[in-house]
């Protein structure tokens, strides 16, 4: 016994086309016209007026199709399907099609023919025309005969296209029960009907029953198929449709459909490559057939034209396709993955400084330890233009500020200066870095923590004035801090945002030099600093900073911000107003007018 599953994927919806009685096709050519001159049409008992493309056994060569060539015997048409014998019991020109019942369905009480034995089932189908195929595919009804070693209880509904188990007794012996399936492919049964078959079955054969308009009824209540009966009720087979007797309208419909379900069939259940083919040549499907058919060769290059428009066209959705679902997420990840690489490098270049610095610097602090120390960031200080400032404890009640970096402000090369800087340095009058948070992307620096606040706050208030005592001791007191900063380490530091807002006072009024973010290292005997933008504060900038006609940046240009620093200690009030272009004063003329 064959396994079903073998022998029914054997027979797909393409092998159906071919193998099923399509062995008339031989070499279909089609006639220029449809009444052929000296190929008169014919008459065979009830069937009158029979024309092309069929032909009358002894009728001149060049009459009809020869694989189209009808017998008349005993006023019954015979058609040779491959090996079978079938008799023409009707033909329908207006929509191409004849109906044949198996001209041997009488002589056995129970023709149930074996898989291997079908007369369409041959492969040996030479030369034949992809136009011929079975009246509709879509609608083709067949009766499937399938042999089991167990007696299977028909279901009340049907399933997968199974329409019940009705039992076939004829060939029913001894543990071997058959039993019939109607099946319509187009619908996609074949496939279920394999899985839904029980493992006790094997296939035994197929026979055609019609098609939509009439197909032989097989119920599940059918108490016994009377195979005779399905054998002898026929089913509908296409033949070529002609110029003569069609306007090119309806052939270029009918090629049309048919071009669409032979696409329909190659295409359901091929592989990947199989349908990439069947999508490239649907259109050379369609162009053979209105070819083939009309009878006019003037129109095979219109055609063609029209296909390669498609085509172009096709093309043309296919690049948008890829374009929309391809190429832009690949552009986008391209994107994202080189701006990731960027972030990394900076990342990378973080990471590898401060594990440097963890042996001779300042403290690294995780994240949850700086949420920890502010109290969940319960006790803000102030708010700068590199981020927030809050107060924050250690155990043992050590006070500290804890500056959260703002993303967008604060870049990795900004947070080294920072920590480098500071990190390294220990002097009276400059602020100390206590430790640092470094976990992407939220960066945090840890200062000592200065009770007073900012001097800002202190000489720019009519009620907080120092005595001139104070004031001369607090500059003296930054003076130290810059001094120390250019001339006290290995490496002069210049700070480049010297304000009043970057100096804090501790308890007792001491100043310290704090925000290191714009500061640079350089080399103690350079007389000159290579810089390709400006830094600081307007107000505070020295003119070399702006413009390199002033003369060449160096440690002078903090000793600059520092000189209007004092100029707003002593006035009380700020030097830089918003509303005046500074750029445009003479410095001599504005320190006298002061």
């Known amino acids: 016994m064959v396994n079903l599953g073998t022998a029914l994927l054997c027979l797909s919806p393409q092998a159906f086309i071919i193998y099923s009685l399509l062995a008339v096709v031989g070499n279909t050519e089609a006639a220029g016209a449809w009444v052929q001159q000296g190929c008169p049409p014919f008459s065979c008992g009830h069937l009158q007026g029979i024309q092309y493309p069929f ?5 001149p060569s060049e009459c009809g199709v020869q694989s189209y060539e009808i017998i008349c015997s005993d006023a019954r048409a015979i058609i040779h399907i491959n090996t079978g014998r079938y008799y023409v019991t009707n033909i329908f020109y207006n929509n191409s099609t004849f109906w044949a019942v198996d001209a041997n369905a009488g002589n056995s009480s129970c023709p149930v023919p074996r898989w291997d034995q079908l007369p369409y089932s041959s492969s040996g189908v030479s030369g ?3 136009n011929i195929e079975l009246a509709t595919v879509k609608d083709a009804m067949w009766v499937l005969f399938v042999n089991c070693s167990k007696v299977i209880n028909s279901p009340t509904t049907s399933y997968a296209g ?12 001894k543990n071997s029960f058959v039993y019939a399936v109607r099946l319509n492919l187009e619908l996609g049964q074949l496939s279920d009907t394999v899985e839904s078959v029980p493992p006790s079955c094997g296939y035994l054969g197929i026979i055609p029953a019609g098609d939509s308009r009439q197909s032989y ?5 059918d108490d016994v198929v009377d195979v005779r009966a399905i054998a002898r009720f026929g089913f509908a087979v296409r033949f070529p449709f002609t110029a003569g007797q069609w306007k090119l309208s309806k052939i270029i419909t009918t090629c049309l459909a048919d071009s669409i379900r032979h696409f329909k069939a190659q295409f359901n259940g091929a592989s990947i490559w199989g349908k990439g083919s069947s999508v490239i040549w649907s259109e050379m499907y369609f162009l053979r057939c209105v070819y083939g058919n009309s009878g006019r060769p003037e129109l095979y290059w219109p055609i063609l034209g029209l296909l390669s428009a498609i085509e172009i066209v096709k093309y043309i959705i296919v690049l948008a396709i890829l374009l929309r679902f391809v190429l832009a997420p690949l552009a986008v990840w391209i994107f994202l993955a080189h701006r990731y690489w960027k972030t990394r490098i900076t990342i990378d270049a973080v990471e590898k400084f401060l594990q440097m ?4 610097g300042p403290m690294r602090f ?10 969940h960031f319960g006790h803000k200080l102030g708010q700068g233009g590199y981020g927030s400032v809050y107060r924050g404890m250690l ?3 050590v006070n500290l500020a804890v500056k959260i970096l703002c993303r967008s402000m604060c870049n990795g090369e900004d947070f080294i200066s ?9 002097h009276v009058n400059v602020v100390r870095l206590v430790g640092y948070c470094s976990e992407e992307p939220r960066r945090a620096l840890v200062y000592e923590y200065m009770p007073k606040g900012s001097l800002d706050k202190y000489i720019f208030s009519g009620k907080k004035r120092f005595s001139w005592d104070k004031l001369s001791e607090i500059g003296l007191g930054i003076a130290r801090g810059i001094d120390y900063l250019h001339r006290g380490c290995d490496m002069q530091i210049l700070h480049f945002d010297i304000k009043p807002h970057n100096i804090l006072l501790d308890s007792n009024f001491v100043p310290k030099v704090a925000d290191f973010g714009l500061a640079k290292l350089y080399p103690r005997d350079n007389s000159f600093v290579p810089l390709s933008a400006a830094r600081g504060t307007i107000g505070y900038i020295a003119p070399e900073m702006i413009s390199r006609s002033f003369g060449v940046v160096s440690s002078k240009s903090d000793v600059y911000s520092f000189g209007m620093l004092l100029l707003e200690m002593v006035g009380g009030r700020r030097n830089a107003a918003p509303d005046q272009n500074s750029s445009l004063e003479y410095y001599p003329s504005w320190v006298y007018d002061r």
Do not use: F, M, N
Not at 55 to 59: A, E, F, I, L, M
Not at 418 to 426: A, F, K, L, M, N
């Open 162 to 173: 199974w329409y019940g188990y009705p039992p076939v007794t004829c060939h029913s012996a």
């Open 395 to 397: 155990p043992g009640d």
């Open 55 to 59: 032909r009358q056994k002894g009728d």
């Open 366 to 375: 995780a994240y949850t330890d700086i949420v920890a120390i502010t109290s």
């Open 418 to 426: 920072e920590v480098s800087t500071i990190g390294r340095i220990h």
């Open 357 to 360: 610095q963890e042996t001779v």
């Open 217 to 221: 009824i097989l119920s599940s209540d």
């Open 128 to 130: 034949s025309d992809g």
